[in-house]
């Protein structure tokens, strides 16, 4: 009963706020051009700040990768290339936006969870995650319930919110979705 009467409240205040004749507040639309244009300018040198960022760190993790495989330190250079793959590119923070970003990704049966996140994002391209199958994210992890359907959950960000995709193995899945 609450949930309707601040569903019709809104709609009130929505329908006051577009009213066509409703007189204009002076000032009101430059100021929020000048705070759009603000936002704007912000998102855009946090993403570069975030994108030089991860190149300078990217290429220090293989820096690091390299000695540890000289040393012949080749699980160290191993975890550190899974360090590498978290970190690439295609995956920078966004800051509010439409930008896509990989959080996590698991694959579930019952109380078991397996994080298939660094093999799941091989698969993100163009700012999506796009699996034929859900199966597809799992790589060479072993399964955890052989021959037993499971489910695949995904946690991203989008839009500046973060959400969460559920799919079964054997379907496919497009994150986010259209």
């Known amino acids: 009963m609450r949930t309707a009467a601040c569903l019709a409240i809104l709609a ?11 007189k204009p507040i002076p ?21 570069q700040a975030a994108k030089d960022a991860t190149e300078f760190y990217v290429a220090s993790l293989k820096d690091i990768q390299a000695e540890r495989t000289k040393a012949g330190d080749l699980d160290g250079a191993v975890r550190v290339r899974d360090l590498i793959a978290e970190a690439g590119a295609d995956n920078p923070a966004p800051v509010g936006g439409d930008g896509f970003q990989l959080l996590g990704v ?6 078991q969870w397996k994080d298939v996140t ?27 319930a052989p021959n037993q359907h499971k489910t695949l959950v995904v946690v991203y960000r989008h839009k500046g ?17 259209r």
């Open 118 to 144: 660094a093999n799941a994002k091989k698969f993100v391209k163009n700012g999506e995650l796009k699996l034929a199958t859900a199966g597809e994210a799992v790589g060479a992890i072993p399964d955890i």
């Open 27 to 47: 000032g009101l639309k430059d100021a929020q051009d000048r705070y759009a244009a603000a936002l704007a300018k912000a998102k855009k040198e946090h993403d």
């Open 161 to 177: 919110a973060v959400r969460v995709a559920i799919g079964g193995d054997d379907k496919p899945l497009l994150v986010p979705g």
């Open 106 to 111: 698991f694959f579930v049966w019952y109380d």
């Open 12 to 22: 009130a205040l929505s329908a006051a706020a577009a009213d066509p004749k409703a």
